[in-house]
């Protein structure tokens, strides 16, 4: 652990913004490696995945939340519980919002929401700017200012960035820095996330179920990882290992969805799996995967405690 330097800040950050607004794609980025799972379907992030940025004068821990949307279901509504209680206890929060798109009412929501967090500084990263031009650009970061201005708060930053393009994104991490508060590493040298890697594993597989998948499945899909287990009687030198998860969905008709034809398409989920699992926990695995049917698990106390929410 680092001595306590008075120049050394450490501290906890979240982004915000609509589902599918660029949030674990920046995560990713700044971190350096796949953390967060990312899909270009809205609302895949689910557990409160934290990066870790090390750096030698300072350690961001990023706090990644599902996107705060208005709730159908039980699950909506505990989703949205969680990013206000995350919130209230960062010391920084990122507000994403996307360069290629007008501050929607979904954004108003949301900022409406910030603004009410009185004491944490809010800085407006503006996402995908690879997509616009500057015009476009420029339109947007003064209607980020006015929204500010409306509600009341003043912006600590506001960053223009692409992740993809790996642009600024190197400054989103020193301006975020700055405003965390002076105090020692939070997390050892090396740690990537604080997620239990079964977690990630789960997420993971659902992140490769999900590929593909343009239908009404993304909310309709758990997977929860039964068991991750050493082979037994093999070499030292070549490792292997065993990993029993389940794939749950709602209903029947979409069990055939995720199979695919003859199997082919669960086929593909697994080794699209099996590389991401292999190269975060850098050893082989032999991945076995079902499909199960949880009638309505989202609606559902007792089932949504079982997949774990």
């Known amino acids: 652990m680092n001595a306590p330097s008075s120049s050394y800040r450490s501290g906890f950050a979240c982004f915000v913004g609509r589902p599918n607004a660029g949030k674990s794609t920046l995560t990713n980025a700044l971190v350096g490696t796949k953390v967060a799972i990312t899909s270009d379907r809205p609302q895949t992030t689910r557990h409160t995945v934290r990066g870790i940025v090390h750096r030698p004068d300072a350690q961001l821990v990023l706090v990644d939340t599902p996107g705060l949307h208005k709730p159908r279901t039980l699950l909506g509504e505990r989703l949205n519980d969680l990013v206000r209680t995350t919130w209230a206890e960062v010391d920084v929060i990122g507000f994403c919002l996307p360069a290629d798109q007008k501050i929607g009412p979904g954004d108003k929501f949301i900022a409406k929401e910030i603004a009410g967090i009185k004491k944490t500084p809010k800085v407006a990263i503006v996402t995908k700017t690879d997509l616009v031009d500057s015009k476009r650009l420029a339109e947007q970061l003064i209607a980020i200012q006015q929204l500010g201005v409306e509600l009341d708060f ?12 790996d642009k600024q994104v190197e400054l989103v991490a020193d301006l975020l820095t700055k405003l965390l508060p002076e105090g ?9 996330t604080d ?8 997420e993971l597989i659902r992140e490769a179920a999900l590929e593909g998948v343009r239908d009404e499945l993304p909310h309709s899909l758990a997977v929860v990882v039964e068991e991750m287990l050493p082979r037994e009687g093999r070499p ?6 065993d990993i029993h998860a389940n794939v749950y969905i709602e209903r029947q008709s ?4 995720v199979i695919g034809a003859k199997g082919s398409r669960l086929k593909h989920v697994g080794t699209t799996a099996r590389k ?17 049917v949880a009638k309505d ?3 559902d106390p007792k089932q949504l405690r ?4």
């Open 154 to 165: 003043e912006w600590a930053e506001i960053i223009p960035v692409s992740a993809v393009g």
């Open 184 to 192: 020692d590493q939070l997390y050892p040298e090396g740690d990537l």
């Open 195 to 202: 997620e239990p890697e079964q977690i990630m594993v789960a």
């Open 236 to 241: 030292a030198d070549r490792p292997l290992l």
């Open 254 to 257: 979409q069990k055939a969805i």
């Open 276 to 292: 991401h699992i292999e190269a975060l926990l850098g050893t082989p695995v032999y991945l076995d995967l079902h499909v199960k």
């Open 297 to 299: 698990w989202q609606r």
């Open 306 to 309: 079982k997949l774990g929410f």
